[in-house]
């Protein structure tokens, strides 16, 4: 089934996104992305280690940008400046590269995004070019301004960042998704495979999460079955689920032809 | 290497034609008037010898500046492209920012380095 996911006017074929962060190491990294066969894959913007090894291992060789679509990450910015900052040098690490991931965290417990700065964030980057794919509370109202800023496409969370708590409002996303029309991908809250499926069956136009997957016991195994949630999840927003009723008045087995009683 | 980069700044170091910081008489300009002597203060702006002809001592050939958060040091006139060749970083993919501004990598082999300047050189790692 040819079903792409359109962001800014390119296809991927893979509707999971997956974060690089928590791995034990690269190649483990390496081995949970193939296994969820996710295209995109977000990473950190950090300083550089000086007076250590300039040839310790480095994320680019294990997850090359010429395999993977990268979507460098604002994590842990708190104002709409440092995370304007960390994109642009994002950009210029990437070769121009102008797809990027926003977010703007409130505070340190929660992780939880503040939307304003997000917002004022959101306008600088759109209006340098930027492509933004933006982390933001589940608060319909707000994922409209986002996407009148331009951002490309609106990811709210399900739970919070690492809970792995799950789709807790499925009525907001359900909000978010009939107002804005570009896509709208759960990012953060997702813990085991059935929460990636219920986000997809809701009509999430895709999934993002990482700790879910590195904070599995086994991560390759966990990707693979992120990949399958997903996808069962969008086979079945697409297949289009019966309506649900407290008693059934039509019996799935044949009416007629049942054998008649032994004993009349 | 052509310098060390991992020498720590001196505390009390400034460049400023060869005089010292800190304590003393260094910053104030000794101020004569009626029945006594006082004082007042008086920036002295830090004043680099540029000039290959100079007689001022070695340390006038030295710049203060942060980067990544941490005090270095560095020849006056170093260049963006000598301090990574030093870092060990030539030919890696990172990215450099100068007092908030993206040093492009085609500026690289022509933007010297400025005492006080704060740089910000980053790498792409693991994250969510």
């Known amino acids: ?264 | 290497m052509p310098f060390d980069i991992n020498q720590k700044a001196q505390p009390n170091f400034l460049i400023e034609g060869g005089a010292k910081r800190g304590a003393g008489e260094g910053d104030r300009t000794l101020v004569c008037s009626l029945g006594s002597c006082r004082s007042t203060i008086e920036l002295h702006p830090p004043i680099v010898e540029c000039s290959a002809n100079s007689n001022t001592s070695d340390l006038t050939k030295v710049i203060t500046l942060i980067i990544n958060g941490a005090t270095r040091q560095l020849p006056l006139n170093t260049t963006v492209e000598a301090l990574i060749e030093a870092l060990g970083f030539a030919g890696k993919r990172i990215a450099i920012e100068c007092n908030g501004d993206i040093v492009p990598r085609s500026r690289f082999a022509t933007q010297t380095l400025s005492h006080g300047d704060k740089l910000e050189i980053v790498v792409a790692v693991g994250g969510g």
């Open chain 1, 1 to 264: 089934m040819n079903d792409p996911l359109i962001i800014a006017g390119k296809p991927y074929s893979s509707r999971l996104l997956v974060g690089t962060g928590k791995y034990k190491d690269f190649a483990e990294t390496r081995a949970a992305l193939d296994a969820s066969g996710a295209e995109i894959v977000t990473v950190a913007i950090r300083r550089t280690n000086l007076g250590q090894n300039a040839n310790e291992p480095n994320l680019l060789d294990a997850v090359p940008p010429s395999k993977f679509t990268y979507l460098p990450n604002t994590a842990g910015c708190y104002t709409a400046e440092d995370a304007v900052r960390t994109l642009r040098l994002a950009r210029e690490l990437l070769d121009g590269h102008s797809l990027v991931k926003l977010e703007v965290l409130g505070d340190p417990q929660s992780l939880y995004p503040n939307v304003i700065e997000t917002l004022a964030a959101a306008k600088t980057l759109v209006a340098e070019g930027f492509q933004v794919m933006v982390y933001t509370s589940d608060d319909p109202i707000v994922a409209k301004q986002l996407e009148d800023i331009g951002c490309v496409a609106i990811m709210p969370l399900a739970s919070l960042i690492g809970s792995g708590m799950g789709i807790l409002n499925p009525w907001n996303l359900q909000l978010i998704m009939n107002r804005v029309s570009v896509p709208v991908i759960v990012d953060a809250g997702v813990g085991t495979a059935s929460d990636a499926a219920i986000a997809m069956e809701l009509g999430c136009a895709g999934v993002l999460m990482n700790t879910a997957i590195a904070g599995a016991q086994n991560p390759v195994l966990m990707a693979s079955a992120m990949k399958k949630g997903v996808e069962a999840g969008r086979a079945a927003y697409l297949a289009g689920r019966m309506p649900k009723k407290l008693y059934s008045a039509s019996p799935s087995s044949p009416t007629t032809g049942i054998i008649s009683s032994a004993r009349t």
